[in-house]
T-cell receptor, first 114, second 114 residues
Framework: GNSVTQMEGPVTLSEEAFLTINCTYT??????LFWYVQYPGEGLQLLLK?????DKGSNKGFEATYRKETTSFHLEKGSVQVSDSAVYFC?????????????FGAGTRLAVHP | DVKVTQSSRYLVKRTGEKVFLECVQD?????MFWYRQDPGLGLRLIYF???????EKGDIPEGYSVSREKKERFSLILESASTNQTSMYLC?????????????FGPGTRLTVT
């Protein structure tokens, strides 16, 4: 079946540190991949996405590359800010099934300290 | 600006009560979704709807039902609330089609069943 595995949190970093949050997936074929972010007290919002192998999604200084050989979609940022503190969710949209259903990972909490 | 709204941010109900959670979107989206979010489990799909009066079960539909009488509104119903339904409930909507469309989320309803 389809599934998403994320590294467990919390991840605690100092401001300006480099961030990596690992995400691997299991799916048939080549699904679309997403990173969503949830700031405290809010719903989820799309951070970035990639729809085919070797695509790189990027937004707000965050990047993730769709690696089919390792079935991964790791999230990176070169220099984090306190305002990046949030929960990050990796998700996939299966190739089949329609209706734009998503399968989410468990989420990784990031805390950035000044 | 796109918007998904949920009727309550916080709700406290007693065991056995019938509970209604309402979600409204203003983007004329065909698809609407109800998730529950629990620590360490990420988001799990309860039900989704791909058109008015049309619905399909997600991964954890037991103890829940839904209603979609109008395109913009999707209701989640807990027929007889139980303590294990204490959770954060998130509503989302998206366009439909073969392309990969973003899901837009509401702010969530934190439900406590005592």
């Amino acid at each position: 079946g389809n599934s998403v595995t994320q590294m467990e949190g919390p991840v605690t970093l100092s401001e300006e540190a480099f961030l990596t949050i690992n995400c691997t997936y299991t799916a048939t074929g080549y699904p679309s991949l997403f990173w969503y972010v949830q700031y405290p007290g809010e719903g989820l919002q799309l951070l970035l996405k990639a729809t085919k192998a070797d695509d790189k999604g990027s937004n707000k200084g965050f990047e993730a590359t769709y690696r089919k050989e390792t079935t991964s979609f790791h999230l990176e940022k070169g220099s984090v800010q306190v305002s990046d503190s949030a929960v990050y969710f990796c998700a996939l949209r299966p190739l089949s099934g329609g209706y734009n259903k998503l399968i989410f990972g468990a989420g990784t909490r990031l805390a950035v300290h000044p | 600006d796109v918007k998904v709204t949920q009727s309550s941010r916080y709700l406290v109900k007693r065991t056995g009560e019938k509970v209604f959670l309402e979600c409204v979107q203003d983007m004329d989206h065909e698809n609407m979704f109800w998730y529950r979010q629990d620590p360490g489990l990420g988001l799990r799909l309860i039900y989704f709807s791909y058109d008015v009066k049309m619905k399909e079960k997600g991964d954890i539909p037991e103890g829940y039902s839904v209603s979609r009488e109008k395109k913009e509104r999707f209701s989640l119903i807990l027929e007889s609330a139980s303590t294990n339904q204490t959770s954060m409930y998130l509503c989302a909507s998206s366009r439909t089609g073969k392309s990969t469309y973003e899901q837009y989320f509401g702010p969530g309803t934190r439900l406590t069943v005592t």
